[in-house]
Nanobody, 127 residues
Framework: QVRLVQSGGGTVQAGGSLRLSCAASGATFSRYCWAWFRQTPGKEREWVGDINVDGNPRYTDSVKGRFTISKDNAKNILYLQMNSLKLEDTAMYYC?????????????????????WGEGAQVSVSS
């Protein structure tokens, strides 16, 4: 069974940076598709981006150029580096795993396509 433990998050002023981490166990880390989602109250979980076996990340348009997804296969850790944060980035952020070499190809990427989830980390951006 895959276990995902998140760390990071917090409150930052607009324009600032935060990094989220997601430590995985119980999975062959290098053979999974890994993703980040976010969710605000009353809304569905939104795909932020993902990274496949090749290490090539993809992002939703609203975070392109500001967020970076990376992974350390040796340490089994997934990262989300968030720069130039905006008020609208405020959300609960979740890491997710899919037992597949490649991430889903068709946009939009749905939360239902991922089976394993971290517990979430709150990111709050203030003015």
């Amino acid at each position: 069974q895959v276990r995902l433990v998140q760390s990071g998050g917090g409150t930052v002023q607009a324009g600032g940076s935060l990094r989220l981490s997601c430590a995985a166990s119980g999975a062959t880390f290098s053979r999974y598709c890994w993703a980040w989602f976010r969710q605000t109250p009353g809304k569905e979980r939104e795909w932020v981006g993902d990274i496949n076996v090749d290490g090539n990340p993809r992002y939703t348009d609203s975070v392109k150029g500001r967020f970076t997804i990376s992974k350390d296969n040796a340490k089994n850790i997934l990262y989300l580096q968030m720069n130039s944060l905006k008020l609208e980035d405020t959300a609960m952020y979740y890491c997710a795993a899919r037992s597949s070499y490649y991430c889903p190809s068709n946009l939009p990427i749905l939360a239902a396509e991922f089976r394993d989830w971290g517990e979430g980390a709150q990111v709050s951006v203030s003015s």
